[in-house]
Antibody, heavy 118, light 113 residues
Framework: QVQLQESGPGLVKSSETMSLTCTVS????????WSWIRQPPGKGLEWIGY??????NYNPSLKSRVTMSVDTSKKQFSLKVSSVTAADTAVYYC?????????????WGRGTLVTVSS | DIVMTQSPDSLAVSLGERATINCKSS????????????LAWYQQKPGQPPKLLIY???TRESGVPDRFSGSGSGTDFTLTISSLQAEDVAVYYC?????????FGQGTKLEIK
């Protein structure tokens, strides 16, 4: 069965760039839309954006600081967030949708906590 | 952005009783061209990622128990658990995918009374 696994540093310094990777195992990366979603501790969910075959769509609230990319040969997609602050401390999830108008998240990774320190 | 507002913020229900969670969107999420509501529901237990329960407002995801049901159209939606089980204790979120940015409700915490 298809699984998603997030990886990356758990601690990032304020003003630096955080980088996360999601590895897709057991299935194709090419035919789906891949999103990043975050959840600050004890709070709700925020969609960061998606990537599909190299095309991206970012949440305007984060657009100026976010970059997503995909490496189909490694079956990985990545997230970079620049100029991080304490407000970026969250559990970051990668998730799959079937398309932009099928934007319900039917598969999720377990999530990885990123803490921004001063 | 479409704002999703859930009510109540928290809910305590006795085992075996019905639980009802409401979700209201700031604009309609119904596409007239296909008569589909672009609304999903998720369940999140502590330390776990959200789990998709319902999509298209009322279509149950494979493997989800039939005590979970979704209803509503346009801007007003409901998630109903017909007979609460202990394993249903969780936070529930609605989400619209009518347009990007996709947005979620603030969550409803469901507990046992």
């Amino acid at each position: 069965q298809v699984q998603l696994q997030e990886s990356g540093p758990g601690l990032v310094k304020s003003s630096e760039t955080m980088s996360l990777t999601c590895t897709v195992s057991g299935g194709s990366i090419s035919t789906y839309y891949w999103s990043w979603i975050r959840q600050p501790p004890g709070k709700g969910l925020e969609w960061i954006g998606y990537i599909y075959s190299g095309s991206t769509n970012y949440n305007p609230s984060l657009k100026s600081r976010v970059t997503m990319s995909v490496d189909t040969s490694k079956k990985q997609f990545s997230l970079k967030v620049s100029s991080v602050t304490a407000a970026d401390t969250a559990v970051y999830y990668c998730a799959r949708t079937l398309g932009e108008l099928y934007g319900y998240f039917e598969l999720w990774g377990r999530g990885t906590l990123v803490t921004v320190s001063s | 952005d479409i704002v999703m507002t859930q009510s109540p913020d928290s809910l305590a229900v006795s085992l075996g009783e019905r639980a009802t969670i409401n979700c209201k969107s700031s604009q309609s999420v119904l596409y007239n061209s296909n008569n589909k509501n672009y609304l999903a529901w998720y369940q999140q237990k502590p330390g776990q990622p959200p789990k998709l329960l319902i999509y298209w407002a009322s279509t149950r995801e494979s493997g989800v128990p039939d005590r979970f049901s979704g209803s509503g159209s346009g801007t007003d939606f409901t998630l109903t658990i017909s007979s609460l089980q202990a394993e249903d204790v969780a936070v529930y979120y609605c989400q619209q995918y009518y347009t990007t940015p996709y947005t979620f409700g603030q969550g409803t915490k469901l507990e046992i009374k």
